[in-house]
């Protein structure tokens, strides 16, 4: 059983560790070692494995044990969904929103959640519950930097991890925000250089997102 605070102070200490959170769809668990182990050489050891592919749990369970990395859950959207990501060797879980029922199958599961909020309500109900670090989702359609600037002014308690529409061009607009220290995106580990294999291109894109700030 984990605490909303302690939960928080996990995924805290995870968005501290890089700039970027490579958010994966990984259709090929034939992919899982060479990808991760690219991205964790290029400086982003926090890896996020969406469930929306048929192959992601047995992603996770390959990329679990990766020397150097911390994998976890994305997408998670139910009970189900958090029990079969913990046993799957998940280390956190991220969620799009946050209802009740998954708050409570996560904290049961001693699975550290990353919830999502996308309004000043959503991000108020989570804090009072002691979920301190948070989501931001989907960023860009929600109004990006300038908007989660607004919403992070009267809630400074709350440390966000803005994910949706982010990309090279505009990560840095949230990285300066002074309630953002990583931003989630899925440029670092674009899927045509997984499908070509292109493990030293993708190394690079990491490389390259783990220095901005």
């Known amino acids: 059983m984990i605490t909303p605070k302690e939960a928080s102070d996990f995924t805290r200490s995870l968005c501290l560790r890089a700039p970027v959170v490579p958010v994966l769809v990984v259709h090929d668990i034939a992919t899982a070692r060479p990808l991760a182990t690219a991205l964790i050489a290029g400086g982003l050891p926090v890896l996020e494995v969406t469930l929306r592919t048929p192959a992601a749990l047995s992603v996770i369970r390959e990329m679990a044990d990766i020397p150097g990395g911390i994998v976890g859950a994305g997408t998670v959207l139910s009970a189900e969904d958090a029990k079969q990501a913990r046993a799957a060797g998940a280390q956190f879980a991220v969620s799009p929103g946050a209802t009740d029922r998954l708050l409570e199958a996560c904290e049961a599961a001693d699975l550290p959640l990353m919830p999502g909020a996308a309004t000043a309500s959503e991000a108020m109900a989570l804090l009072e519950r002691g979920y301190t670090v948070q989501k931001f989702f989907p960023a860009e359609a929600s109004g990006g930097a ?68």
Do not use: C, M
Request: hydrophobic fraction near 50%; charge should be negative.
């Open 146 to 213: 300038a908007a989660l600037k607004a919403i992070g002014a009267p809630l400074p308690q709350i440390l966000f991890n803005p994910t949706g529409g982010i990309g090279p061009n505009n990560a840095l607009d949230y990285l300066r925000l002074s309630n953002v220290r990583s931003v989630g995106g899925s440029w670092v580990a674009p899927a045509d250089l997984i499908e070509k294999g292109d493990w030293d291109g993708i190394r690079a894109l990491a490389a390259e997102a783990a220095v901005l700030h």
